[in-house]
């Protein structure tokens, strides 16, 4: 069974930074093979995608954070950043990890919130 734990969110000002980390711990994870990303979810609104990275870092993102988060991956610790600069209120949601780009998805964690004040 593969645990995915998100940490790293907090109450920050609009303008401000953090950073969220993602450790994939337990059998058959293969975090090293997979492609991996970040998504976030607000109430009432279906869980979107905001960036991955494939095993060898290449990096995708959403319109909306492009430009201001910053996707990031360590092979050996098992673990993934998001980097998230110049916080909009809007950024405010629940933050989570998971695979990307493939169908099948490993069961989600529990999130870090984030929240952006105005």
């Known amino acids: 069974q593969v645990q995915l734990v998100e940490t790293g969110g907090g109450l920050v000002q609009a303008g401000g930074s953090l950073r969220l980390s993602c450790v994939v711990s337990?059998?058959?994870?293969?975090?090293?093979?997979?492609?991996m990303g970040w998504y976030r979810q607000s109430p009432g609104k279906q869980r979107e995608l905001l960036a991955d990275?494939?095993?060898?870092?290449?990096?995708s993102y959403s319109p909306s954070v492009k430009g201001r988060f910053t996707i990031s991956r360590d092979n050996i610790r098992f673990t993934m950043y998001l980097d998230m600069n110049s916080l909009k209120p809007e950024d405010t949601a629940v933050y989570f990890c998971?695979?990307?780009?493939?169908?099948?998805?490993?069961?989600w964690g529990q999130g870090t919130q984030v929240t952006v004040s105005s």
């Open positions: 998971n695979r990307a780009r493939v169908e099948s998805k490993w069961s």
């Open positions: 337990g059998t058959g994870s293969d975090f090293r093979f997979n492609t």
């Open positions: 990275v494939t095993p060898g870092g290449s990096t």
